[in-house]
C-alpha cells in the first residue's frame, strides 16, 4: 500500500526565514504526489502537484518542491516565509488506481514576526 | 471556478440522531469523495464515488452511509450518530482520469458536534 509520512508535526520560523517542510512517500509504482494547504477554518487548496514531469515542481506563493526517486522524498519548500504562510500542510500520494489519495498527518507551519 | 460546496459549516447533533452531510459539485466531475479529517491523524477516507449510484468503501466506513443519486451530488449520512463520529467531514470532487487529473477539489468541510 502508499503511504506518506511527514517527519514534523509542527514546524516554526521566523518571517523572512526558508521554510523546509519534510516528506517521505512509499510507493510500488511511479506516483502522482501532490501538497495542500489548509488555512484556519479553511477546505483544503492544491499548492502543487508531481506527475513524472519535472522533478522541480513550483506551486503558488512561491513554494516549490523537488522529487528524489532516489531517497523517495517529496519535501516542500520555500525561500522566504511569510506571516500568511501559517497553515496545516499535507503531503498526498496517489494509491494504487490513481483515482485515490492518500494523506499524510499533516505539518502545522508556525510563522513569527 | 471550481467549486465543492458543504451544506453546513457547523452542526450539532445528538447522539442516536440520524445526519445527512451533503457536498454539490459544479465541475462534472465524476469522482466524489468524504474524508474525516482529525488532529493528528490527516485526512481518511470514508467512501468514495466514481459513477451515479456507484460506491467505494474507504478506509474507515463503519457506520456511515452514502448516497449518489445525481452525478453532482454525493451524500454522507450517520444512521445513528455517536459521540466518536464528532469530526470535521470534508468533501472533495475530481476528475476520473490520469496524470494531473487526479488532482482533488475540497469544499470548507462541516465541523460536526455529537452531544
Known amino acids: 500500500a502508499q503511504s506518506v509520512t511527514q517527519l514534523d508535526s509542527h514546524v516554526s520560523v521566523s518571517e523572512g526565514t526558508p521554510v523546509l517542510l519534510r516528506c517521505n512517500y512509499s510507493?510500488?509504482?511511479?506516483?502522482?504526489l501532490f501538497w495542500y494547504v489548509q488555512h484556519p477554518n479553511k477546505g483544503l487548496q492544491l499548492l502543487l502537484k508531481?506527475?513524472?514531469?519535472?522533478?522541480l515542481v513550483k506551486g503558488i506563493n512561491g513554494f516549490e518542491a523537488e522529487f528524489k526517486k532516489s531517497e523517495t522524498s517529496f519535501h516542500l519548500t520555500k525561500p522566504s516565509a511569510h506571516m500568511s504562510d501559517a497553515a496545516e500542510y499535507f503531503c498526498v500520494v496517489t494509491d494504487t488506481g490513481f483515482q485515490k489519495l492518500v494523506f499524510g498527518t499533516g505539518t502545522r507551519l508556525l510563522v513569527s514576526p | 471556478d471550481v467549486k465543492v460546496t458543504q451544506s453546513s459549516r457547523y452542526l450539532v447533533k445528538r447522539t442516536g440522531e440520524k445526519v445527512f452531510l451533503e457536498c454539490v459539485q459544479d465541475?462534472?466531475?465524476?469522482?466524489m469523495f468524504w474524508y474525516r479529517q482529525d488532529p493528528g491523524l490527516g485526512l481518511r477516507l470514508i467512501y468514495f464515488?466514481?459513477?451515479?449510484?456507484?460506491?467505494e468503501k474507504g478506509d474507515i466506513p463503519e457506520g456511515y452511509s452514502v448516497s449518489r443519486e445525481k452525478k453532482e451530488r454525493f451524500s454522507l449520512i450517520l444512521e445513528s450518530a455517536s459521540t466518536n463520529q464528532t469530526s470535521m467531514y470534508l468533501c472533495?470532487?475530481?476528475?476520473?482520469?490520469?496524470?494531473?487529473?487526479?488532482?482533488?477539489?475540497f469544499g470548507p468541510g462541516t465541523r460536526l458536534t455529537v452531544t
Open positions: 464515488s466514481y459513477d451515479v449510484k456507484m460506491k
Open positions: 472533495a470532487s475530481s476528475l476520473l482520469g490520469s496524470g494531473s487529473n487526479y488532482e482533488q477539489y
Open positions: 510507493s510500488s509504482y511511479s506516483p502522482s
Open positions: 465541475m462534472d466531475h465524476e469522482n
Open positions: 508531481y506527475t513524472s514531469a519535472a522533478t
